[in-house]
């Protein structure tokens, strides 16, 4: 059980740690736990997530599959995806990450050494058995789950291509019945062009695309994107409410990065976010020791990128929410006149 610390909890709420006792005896938070051994006050998951309903914060009742996906290899994908997750399982949201790379990178950087991963059943496993609710693992003390991967996932690849009838909504149906357990399905695609990474962007409600500031990077854009492009053309379940490019890496030393980023702006637009993650070794430091960023280094540079990418996509996720309600408010008010 996630246990947090008062001034933890008040930072995500955005309240002073002595204000808490105030919304405490106002009843607008409930109360704080003791633990039995120190005393100390904390809160729970349950805590912070009815905290938020009381106070007003957004609390997100709607499922949402985000893909974090790049045909280039080396861009920090999982990395990112795995912080990511982990940073809105602290949150208080209910996050369910998918490895979809036969690598297992995700489910590494998440904890889980290679040697315990070769013998964890995959997403294939699911569809073998027709209930993915079965490879779906609980890790971190029960904050997230997980379906990992393994060298076994290659048989998916191979099942897809066998099919003949909308081999490419394979996904988005198996995950149909799961989603109204999460307020997030966090999925980590593998560098390569495929029926899987099709499948995850055909399934997505956000398309995550990490970059790295060089040419090689800039350059695997464009076949992505024009698989995009086909896909909102032709494929029938496809309904990506936005694209987000990510710089990973950034270096302020190096001049070339700021012109990529400077020409990503200009061909991409509001696509490009932001937040740019900087470059820190501390990084690799976590994942030698299967650790998230946050676990290793809560007060490093990443941690604090990985925090303004997420309150940024948060953020812009309550805006378009709020034009849907509008839009929907709209058409049911004119379809009762």
């Given at each position: 059980?996630?246990?947090f610390?008062?001034?933890?909890?008040?930072?995500?709420l955005g309240?002073?740690?002595?204000?808490?006792?105030i919304?405490?005896?106002?009843?607008?938070i409930?109360k704080a736990?003791?633990?039995?051994?120190?005393?100390?006050?904390?809160?729970?998951?349950?805590?912070?997530?009815?905290a938020?309903?009381r106070?007003?914060?957004?609390?997100?009742?709607?499922?949402?599959?985000?893909?974090?996906?790049?045909?280039?290899?080396?861009t920090?994908?999982?990395?990112i995806?795995?912080?990511?997750a982990?940073?809105?399982?602290m949150?208080?949201?209910?996050?369910?990450?998918?490895?979809?790379?036969?690598?297992?990178?995700?489910t590494r950087?998440?904890?889980?050494?290679d040697?315990?991963?070769?013998?964890?059943?995959?997403?294939?496993?699911?569809?073998s058995?027709?209930d993915?609710?079965?490879?779906?693992?609980?890790i971190?003390?029960?904050?997230?789950?997980l379906i990992?991967?393994n060298?076994n996932l290659?048989v998916?690849?191979k099942?897809?291509?066998?099919?003949?009838?909308?081999?490419?909504?394979?996904?988005?149906?198996l995950?149909?019945?799961?989603l109204?357990?999460y307020h997030?399905?966090?999925?980590?695609?593998?560098?390569?062009?495929?029926?899987?990474?099709i499948?995850?962007?055909?399934?997505?409600?956000?398309?995550?695309v990490?970059?790295?500031?060089?040419?090689?990077?800039?350059d695997?854009?464009?076949?992505?994107?024009?698989?995009?492009?086909?896909?909102?053309?032709?494929?029938?379940?496809?309904?990506a409410?936005?694209?987000?490019i990510?710089?990973n890496?950034?270096?302020?030393?190096?001049?070339i990065?700021?012109?990529?980023?400077?020409?990503?702006r200009?061909?991409?637009?509001?696509m490009?976010?932001?937040?740019?993650?900087?470059?820190?070794?501390?990084?690799e430091?976590?994942q030698?020791?299967?650790?998230?960023?946050?676990e290793?280094?809560?007060r490093?540079?990443?941690?604090?990128?990985?925090?303004?990418?997420?309150?940024?996509?948060?953020?812009e996720?309550k805006?378009l929410?709020r034009?849907?309600?509008?839009k929907e408010?709209?058409?049911?008010?004119?379809?009762a006149?």
């Amino acid at each position: 059980m996630k246990k947090f610390k008062i001034k933890e909890f008040a930072s995500l709420l955005g309240y002073h740690p002595q204000y808490l006792r105030i919304l405490e005896k106002e009843g607008k938070i409930p109360k704080a736990r003791r633990d039995p051994k120190t005393n100390w006050r904390y809160y729970t998951l349950e805590d912070l997530i009815e905290a938020k309903r009381r106070l007003g914060l957004p609390v997100s009742e709607r499922s949402a599959v985000q893909v974090f996906i790049n045909y280039k290899g080396g861009t920090g994908k999982s990395t990112i995806a795995s912080s990511y997750a982990y940073n809105l399982a602290m949150m208080g949201f209910n996050v369910l990450a998918i490895d979809l790379d036969p690598q297992g990178h995700l489910t590494r950087s998440l904890g889980i050494p290679d040697e315990t991963a070769r013998g964890l059943p995959t997403l294939i496993d699911g569809v073998s058995d027709g209930d993915i609710t079965k490879v779906i693992l609980s890790i971190k003390n029960g904050l997230l789950k997980l379906i990992p991967s393994n060298m076994n996932l290659t048989v998916f690849e191979k099942y897809l291509q066998q099919q003949n009838i909308a081999v490419e909504t394979k996904l988005y149906k198996l995950l149909q019945p799961i989603l109204p357990n999460y307020h997030y399905v966090v999925i980590d695609c593998a560098p390569s062009v495929s029926l899987s990474n099709i499948n995850a962007m055909v399934a997505a409600d956000d398309i995550i695309v990490p970059v790295v500031p060089d040419y090689l990077s800039y350059d695997g854009l464009n076949l992505l994107f024009k698989d995009i492009s086909a896909l909102k053309e032709n494929a029938t379940f496809y309904h990506a409410r936005r694209i987000k490019i990510v710089v990973n890496r950034y270096d302020q030393r190096l001049t070339i990065a700021d012109v990529l980023i400077n020409t990503l702006r200009n061909d991409y637009g509001d696509m490009l976010m932001k937040t740019i993650l900087r470059q820190d070794a501390t990084v690799e430091r976590a994942q030698a020791k299967l650790l998230t960023i946050f676990e290793y280094a809560r007060r490093s540079k990443f941690a604090e990128d990985i925090m303004s990418f997420t309150n940024e996509l948060l953020e812009e996720e309550k805006n378009l929410t709020r034009r849907t309600d509008e839009k929907e408010k709209k058409v049911t008010k004119e379809g009762a006149l």
